[in-house]
């Protein structure tokens, strides 16, 4: 009886070792996938931002929102921000995969969007999705065309900063793609209640 109790005994550790094993694996697989998205959604590269009524050149890991930054051709959009000065012509296609790492045919076409500077709501305007979309640039596009306004003194397009890293629309779809929505199905309920019968004829045997 007692040499019973003891293989029962050493078969809860041995279980309880593979379970406390079974979780540190996949902490760890959780942390690298979150290290991994921090990576993929920020772009880390030199821009220029309006800070205490002065220009400089800082990383965009830098940046927070509210931040003015100056939008240039040939350079991608690094956080999601919305245009208060001048107009753009971003494309939304190639620039937004690229910083996925995902490939595109090679005859895929682009996708080239002109974004308006957003303008002071009158009281006949009523705000939408839509209206919101012709004014946001999003992370990861690159950005084909700049037009400055006609009234701007030293010609640069500027945008303001809305959301950074993982926050903005790019952080989000990373974010989906490796940490999906669990499924449910209609048996999951099921289960459970399959479990505790189970368990009660256990007990009762």
């Not at 965009?60 to 240039?72: P, Q, Y």
């Not at 303008?119 to 006949?124: A, F, G, V």
């Not at 793609?177 to 045997?205: C, G």
Request: hydrophobic share 45%; net charge neutral.
């Amino acid at each position: 009886m007692l040499s019973s109790v003891q293989n029962y005994f050493y078969i809860g550790l041995v279980d309880l070792g593979v379970i406390l094993v079974s979780a540190i694996i996949k902490v760890s697989i959780r942390l690298r996938s979150e290290r991994r998205i921090k990576r993929m959604a920020e772009h880390r590269a030199l821009c220029r931002l309006l800070r205490d009524g002065t220009w400089r050149e800082m990383s965009t890991a830098e940046l927070v929102e509210g931040d003015i930054i100056e939008v240039v051709v040939g350079e991608s959009v690094p956080v999601d921000a919305v245009l208060v000065t001048g107009d753009v012509v971003v494309d939304e296609k190639h620039g937004f995969w690229s910083y996925l790492t995902i490939s595109l045919p090679t005859h895929s076409p682009s996708r080239p969007i002109r974004k308006f500077s957003v303008k002071p709501l009158t009281p006949t305007d009523e705000p939408s999705s839509h209206l919101a979309k012709t004014h946001t640039l999003f992370a990861g596009t690159a950005v084909s065309q700049t037009m400055p306004a006609p009234d701007s003194a030293d010609g640069r397009v500027r945008a303001l900063v809305l959301r950074t890293g993982t926050r903005t629309e790019r952080g989000a779809l990373v974010t989906r793609i490796l940490f999906p929505s669990p499924v449910a199905f209609v048996f999951d309920e099921q289960l459970r209640v399959a479990f505790l019968m189970l368990a009660a004829e256990a007990v009762v045997m």
